[in-house]
């Protein structure tokens, strides 16, 4: 290894030849992998707004403290219906519409509430532990929306053709989780091992019953309360 010194007393092949070597060993560290999964229900549909989270082997979930992310209220329901956010990220819930909210969650991931209010004058709220959060409305109770919130940084949310697509770090072995709204919030989903070839065009079923928001709502708020 070249000490401090040395390094001041080689030559100029010596000294591009470590910078080539650091570079090298850098490079290879961040090698990356393009994922693409197609999520879709029982019979073969695409499932839109399904959580995927992946977990390279040996690669640390590093945290980003400052990070930040949004759920509006837009005509009257959460917007996205979903949103994946790392763990310690702060959420605001500004209110677009021309009528007041109160969101809240009894989630055990995250308990709060949001008393009465219009704009974006609700404080931030930031989610520090990993779960899946229902978040409601007291005065609409047709508004029911999630936060889903992982230790991985490495997720995305399938489109309306029930797609995702990833690029994670190059690893022998993934953990993979898929969840749907569809599962309710205090079932967990899929949770797999892959090796990165089998990653590669995965497709997911889902089997739950697709449960209407009304009665998804009461079995999510009730098993909360207890």
């Not at 609700?122 to 929306?145: E, R, S, W, Y």
């Not at 995305?156 to 599962?183: K, Q």
């Not at 090796?195 to 497709?203: K, P």
């Amino acid at each position: 290894m070249y000490t401090l010194a040395a390094v001041r007393k080689a030559s100029l092949p010596s000294i591009l030849c470590v910078m080539s070597m650091i570079t090298l060993l850098f490079c290879v560290d961040i090698r990356a992998a393009d994922v693409q999964i197609l999520v879709v229900s029982e019979s073969q549909q695409p499932l839109i707004n399904a959580v995927i989270v992946i977990e390279p082997r040996d690669h640390p979930l590093n945290n980003t403290f400052d990070a930040t992310a949004q759920v509006a209220q837009i005509d009257r329901a959460f917007a996205p219906h979903v949103q994946v956010v790392q763990t310690h990220t702060s959420v605001s819930f500004p209110n677009h519409d021309d009528v007041r909210h109160h969101v809240y969650s009894f989630s055990e991931a995250k308990r709060f509430e949001l008393p009465l209010y219009q704009g974006a004058e609700a404080a931030p709220v930031v989610f520090d532990k990993a779960g899946i959060v229902t978040l409601a409305c007291n005065i609409h109770d047709q508004m029911l929306g999630f936060v889903y919130v992982t230790d991985s940084p490495w997720f995305a949310v399938t489109n309306a053709s029930g797609h995702a697509m990833l690029t994670v770090p190059d690893a022998s072995d993934y953990r993979l989780r898929v969840w749907h709204p569809s599962l309710g919030a205090n079932v967990s989903g899929v949770d797999a091992q892959y090796t990165a070839d089998q990653l590669q065009a995965l497709v997911v079923t889902l089997e739950p019953p697709l449960l209407d928001s009304r009665r998804l709502i009461r079995r999510t708020l009730s098993s909360h309360s207890h």
